[in-house]
């Protein structure tokens, strides 16, 4: 007999499956269970516990004591917290986007969650040109919903401000500091350079100064302005998928940052993805459909973005200085402008920095995969040097049509 | 016997005086004490408790179950904690511009600190027309080092989020965003507007739509921009004053907001002196003294703060990027349209909105108090639309002497 009331241990399979028949209220006596840990993320034991008799599953996800990205990162298990605290608020804001979750035990740090299986890994999926034509509906709907409404604009000032109390997230926040905003922008021995795209990263990225001076201030941004309740890691990693689903998972990286931030983050892994087809795809006409694709869904995001947080302004009761002419138009530019700028430096740091992505990574042509770095890091100067200036969809894919000319 | 340790209620003198003898350990057996009520703030009742014997004596500040300023304001007393915290820290900063306290007691929400008594509140000397050539040398003392060192410049990140979370302060934050980011703005029925001057915000406050969209923007700024861990309240009436001293008091609206919070409210209500000194000294040479002494302290306020602050981030270690070519100048100057901007807010708050200063409210010919009044807003203005061009002392002086042509 396991014991899960006393202290925290992280679990293997079997114990698992009893601390779900125990502890979770969820199966029926009878089921006939069996358990898979099936984690690849890199902070979490994520197990599947499937009751065959009731053809029923559920996802158990445990904190592991040490962010398991790599040993340099230590993260406290109260990250399980944040993120279950999170899911809760996101499913009542968007609950067709989120996964619905179930009691968080803040002594074993895990929590359980619907079973997402029969969804896949966006990335995965984008990585083999599926395409997904209702993807930038549902991924606006979560986002415009989440950003929009835990802001001050909509949102009762006190309430927000007690938000941005619970959800003080240091130990992630400090991995995106130094991810995201730090090391790829100087020779640090942590990143993971590809040996052939070097010569342009050293002379494009490390020695440009006036991209490191606007990279400094955006991350002052990403620390002091606390706007909406961000989900924070909003890749296609991030993303479970399937034709007619999506739901956002893994928000552990949750605080009060720019909302640009989730938004520019999806942008750059699309041009990830995009990149890709350009490519690996051989066959033009396939080719044509796929990058097309993501163009579109580009494009789509940021008019579909801009097109719903208006319509819920328009909807909501709103802070009254927000109501002034001009207001809603400079708040929504200010928020594309982060966009841009984020899509900017997550397109840096996949490619410069330690957490690399697949769709660039499974590039094996050393020359191909070279120029997808380099077409990614010129569009990524120009999104941060010129961040103003990106106003809608078209402004983000003609940026991208124009780097990978 | 009173019992001080069951549940909170406001003290009398007397009880004050038995709270001092009972659970401060402050004074000496034989001490001989008598107590008084001199509170002339708007949110805490503060005795003064001397002993005659061993002539010393101490001063216990506690929280009123609601705001003073009016019955409308309800503010928990855990604003006190927020208090007796921030002077804690501010202490450790700068022992030489901030009271020394003692214990606080979080039933009877209150704590002891020095008495300062042999200080002035600074804005009862200026309207008496004294002038304190060291001022601007301690208040930057204080404003250099208390902005700069809690922030992520200079702080620990992950520490500095905990100060964050601690000084989340929701109440006293509410007072701020409504009185001087939103009801000086409309025709507030709250607002106190002298009816002379009336016409003039009219046209010139409440009938501008840019000045109302900046202040929009402003407003937002304050509620999302977590740079500083600031006072909140930093006027002439929160500081102690006498030839050779300056004591900060009074940080209960502190929270991290934007560092030039502090340095704007300042500059402003030393407007106010000025503006008095212009219309209320007959004297030509008198008034050119006291008049020039205030042009020379909001020059200094901004030169000396520049140069201290400078001088603090050559001397520490601070945050990575913020070593990037252009990026301190490019902090500093956001600091100063900041502070341009909050000076210009306060000017006209404190001559529209509901809390007016003795400054301006004590100048008895109608005519001369309408002049000082359009001329602070007609200074206010530009400091709002104008914010980022303000980059020195000169620039701040040189809007004060042309307002006031």
Redesign the interface.
Known sequence: MTDFSTEYFTMNEEQAKEYAIKRLNYFQPDAELSCKEIGDGNLNYVFRIVDHKHKDSIILKQAGPVARISDEFKVSPDRNRIESDILKIQYQYVPEHTPKTYQYDPIMNCFAMEDLSDHEIMRNALVKHQVFPDFADHITTFMANTLLLTS?VVMN??E???L??TF????L??IS?DLV??EP?YDCERNEVFPATRPFIEKEIWQD?QL??E???L??DF?????SLIHGDLHTGSIFIKEDSTKVIDPEFAFYGPAGYDIGNLIANLIFAYANGKAEIEDEKERHVFTNYLLTTIKDVIDLFKEKFNRIWSQSEIE???T????QA??LDSILADTAAVAGLELCRRIIGLAQVIDITSIEDEAARQQAEERCLRAAKQFILQRETFKDGEDFVALVKSSFQ
């Open positions: 001050d000032h006190k927000k401000k007690e941005v109390k003080i997230n240091p130990e926040c400090e500091e905003y730090t922008f100064e490191q001076l990279t400094a201030k991350k002052f620390m002091t302005k606390a706007q009254q200085v927000a002034y002419k001009g207001f400079a708040y």
